[in-house]
Each structure stands twice: as C-alpha cells, then as structure tokens.
C-alpha cells in the first residue's frame, strides 16, 4: 500500500494559494484514477484508489499545514504504512517557480508542514515531490505563500503540476523512486 500526502491549508480562503500546491497536485491524481474524496476520522479527507493491484491512499489532511503530522502518523499507523511507502507533495520557496525536485528522504528543510510529519512518524526516511513556488521579492513570506499565483506565473505552475502528477504515476508504475528521480530531477 502507498500513501501520497498532499500539503495544504484546508476551506475556500486557501484554495488555489501557492502553500496549497500539495493539495493541486493531489486532486489531480484523485481526478485522473476517479476516486473521490471522503472525510476520515484522521483529521482527513483520504481518497483510494488501486494501481495494478495496490492500494493507493491520497490524502489532504484537514489540520493545516503545520500541523499535518497529526493525520499523517495516525493513518500510517491504521494502514500500517511504512515511511517508505510514503510520499509528501509539498511547496517549496527555495526552488524556482514551476521546478519539481524529487528527494528521497531528508530534513525538513524549514518547511513546518514537514516538520510535523517527521515528528509525528518519528522517520525522516520518507519520499517528498516538492514544487518550487520561488522566494517573495518585496512581500513578506506568510503573504506569499497565502496568495494565489499571479496570470504570468500560473503558466509555469500549470507545466510544474503536470510534471509532478506525471513523476507521481511514475513512481506508482515501477516502484522504482531513484530511476524516478534520475528522469524527473
């Protein structure tokens, strides 16, 4: 079983916002298998879905960003799923607009969204999809990654999303997360 975690910050005022990119990615992934999204008792909204055989959570907890570990670990635990087979779509400041990178495991990188399903899976050995949305100019961050993207940069968001979505599939199909990152970084 794999479980691909998508970042964000839950309600309409977020939606569409640079921080909730995990959520994109994710919904993206839900549309194309045609598995819906239901609330779960893990603080969550979990869709399934199987690919070849395997079951496939997707899921968008519904406890901010920050505090993400906290319907991480919890459904881990139920689906016993090692950190392994776990993945996490998140934004990421210090890459480029529209650069996906693909990192096997690793600190949190000062992203708090990270930072908390490391603490609550107590595993930094987990896989991560993190797509650049470039460093604020002349705004502060917190307003940055709460605003939406402007028509100029949605373009490379758009292209970024696709080549997420289709590292993602990749991933799924072969199981092979390093020959993943070789084509995709």
């Known amino acids: 079983m794999k479980m691909i975690v998508g970042l964000g910050n839950i309600g309409p005022k977020y939606a569409q916002t640079r921080h909730n990119v995990g959520f994109m990615i994710v ?5 194309k298998a ?7 008792k893990f603080e969550a909204q979990v869709a399934t879905f199987f690919n070849e055989g395997e079951k496939v959570l997707l899921v968008k907890p519904s406890t901010y960003m920050n505090d993400s570990g906290r319907a991480v670990g919890p459904l881990m635990d139920y689906f016993n799923i090692e950190p392994t087979d776990l993945l996490v779509v998140h934004d990421d400041l210090d890459l480029p607009l529209g650069k996906v990178r693909l990192k096997q495991k690793g600190s ?3 992203h708090n969204g990270i930072k908390s399903i490391i ?11 993190k797509v650049g949305i470039d460093h604020p100019n002349k705004m ?15 373009p490379l968001f ?6 997420a979505v289709a ?10 997360f390093a020959a993943v990152m070789n084509q995709y970084n």
Do not use: C, M
Not at 34 to 40: I, K, L, N, V
Not at 167 to 176: V, Y
């Open 158 to 163: 758009n292209d970024a999303k696709i080549t």
């Open 140 to 154: 502060s961050v917190v307003d940055y990654v709460l605003g939406k993207f402007t028509p100029q940069q949605q």
């Open 27 to 31: 919904d993206e992934i839900a549309a």
């Open 119 to 129: 603490a609550h899976v107590g595993d930094q050995k987990f896989k991560r999809v």
């Open 34 to 40: 045609h598995a819906d999204f239901q609330t779960s």
């Open 167 to 176: 590292a993602i599939e990749a991933w799924l199909a072969n199981d092979d």
């Open 108 to 110: 949190a990188g000062g």
